[in-house]
């Protein structure tokens, strides 16, 4: 696609639900990040991936917290039990290393998944 | 480890004044350094970037930024601002090699007045 899609740009949830939250990055694109930015934390990283290597998941918050990528391309974030905390905008951003000049250093991101936990 | 400090989490200025918006880092190795501003109800988006080169780096929208190596600084500026400007500013890192993983700051939120 043209950019970073994710999806849904929504949701609600009841505090002990699982959500799952979806990122189609751009086309090509080998490296996939995901961020939560919470009101004034700034962005906080995950997770990424790129290419075939295994993924830091340096940043993710606790064990509740996964994510996966399938085929290279689509993500999904999923939070288990959710807890109010949770709540934030979660954020998806992928970068390729291909085409001209330093391509690879620029993210691109999707325009976030607002998580509200009741 | 890799941090990024905003000191400022809000810059009130008038339009056509000039701006500063402060961003210092610290790493124990090379870094690219980027800003990224986001637009109300908008995502984020690249304004600039430092991969090596010049120091005095020019992005869009008129902005520009100087990589100070010595004070571990990466200050955004621009010499006139417009109500169009009002968003929030994010400096982030990433080392140069080893890892794709970026830091960012906590942000500044730019309020342009008329």
């Known amino acids: 696609g043209a950019g970073v899609s994710q999806s849904p740009s929504n949701k609600v949830t009841e505090k002990g639900k699982d959500v799952e939250l979806r990122c189609d990055p751009i086309?090509?694109?080998?490296?996939l990040y995901w961020y939560r930015q919470s009101l004034g934390q700034g962005l906080e990283f995950l997770i990424y991936f790129q290419g075939n290597s295994a993924p830091d998941k340096s940043g993710l918050p606790s064990d509740r917290f996964s994510a996966e990528r399938t085929g290279g391309s689509v993500s999904t974030l999923t939070i288990q039990r959710t807890q109010q905390e949770d709540s934030a905008v979660y954020l998806c951003?992928?970068?390729?290393?291909?085409?001209?000049?330093?391509?690879?250093?620029?993210?691109?991101f999707g325009a976030g998944t607002r998580l509200s936990v009741l | 480890a890799q941090s990024v400090t905003q000191l400022d989490s809000q810059v009130p200025v008038f339009e056509e004044a000039p701006v500063e918006l402060r961003c210092n880092y610290s790493s124990s190795v090379s870094v690219y350094l980027f800003w990224y501003v986001q637009y109300p109800n908008q995502g984020l988006q690249l304004l600039l970037k430092?991969?090596?080169?010049?120091?005095l780096v020019k992005g869009i929208n008129g902005f520009e930024a100087e990589f100070n190596k010595s004070q571990t600084s990466f200050h955004l500026r621009k010499p006139s601002v417009h109500i169009s400007d009002t968003a929030e500013y994010f400096c982030a890192v990433r080392r140069t090699s080893g890892t794709y993983k970026y830091i960012f700051g906590t942000g500044t939120r730019l309020k342009v007045l008329a």
């Open positions: 430092y991969l090596s080169g010049s120091t």
């Open positions: 086309s090509g694109h080998t490296a």
């Open positions: 951003a992928s970068s390729g290393d291909r085409g001209e000049g330093r391509a690879k250093n620029i993210q691109y």
